[in-house]
């Protein structure tokens, strides 16, 4: 990943409901999710979902699969890997990083 990446993963993740969107999918995770359950589950109107949905996607961080008359919306979590990756990267000074409950590496510098 390179910075301009970056850039645009975190500035996609910078919005509270793109946030929320992009959680839920996690939390959905393979299966993902149509934009009516999603819409439903976040109490989010259906054009505005489509907004937000469009900036994750545009970002790389959800990618989209045409299902019949549906799409179904999925968490990239190899884009999200490689994201926290890129951010810490250089942690520690370049040591080795305690694993945390989560098995993603975590920082324990002082």
């Given at each position: 990943m390179n910075e301009a990446d970056a850039v645009s993963a975190l500035s996609a993740l910078a919005h509270a409901q793109r946030l929320r969107v992009f959680r839920?999918?996690?939390v959905a995770g393979p299966?993902?999710?149509?934009?009516s359950a999603l819409s439903d589950r976040l109490d989010?109107?259906?054009?505005?979902?489509?907004?937000h949905l469009k900036?994750?996607?545009h970002a790389g961080l959800v990618t989209i699969e045409p299902?019949?008359?549906?799409?179904?919306y999925r968490a990239n979590f190899a884009q999200m890997?490689?994201?926290?990756?890129?951010?810490t990267e250089h942690c520690c000074q370049g040591g080795t990083?305690?694993?945390?409950d989560t098995l993603a590496p975590a920082c324990a510098c002082p």
């Open positions: 839920t999918l996690v299966d993902g999710l149509i934009p989010v109107a259906r054009n505005t979902l489509s907004f900036g994750l996607a299902q019949g008359r549906n799409l179904i890997n490689t994201l926290l990756g890129y951010l990083c305690e694993a945390n």
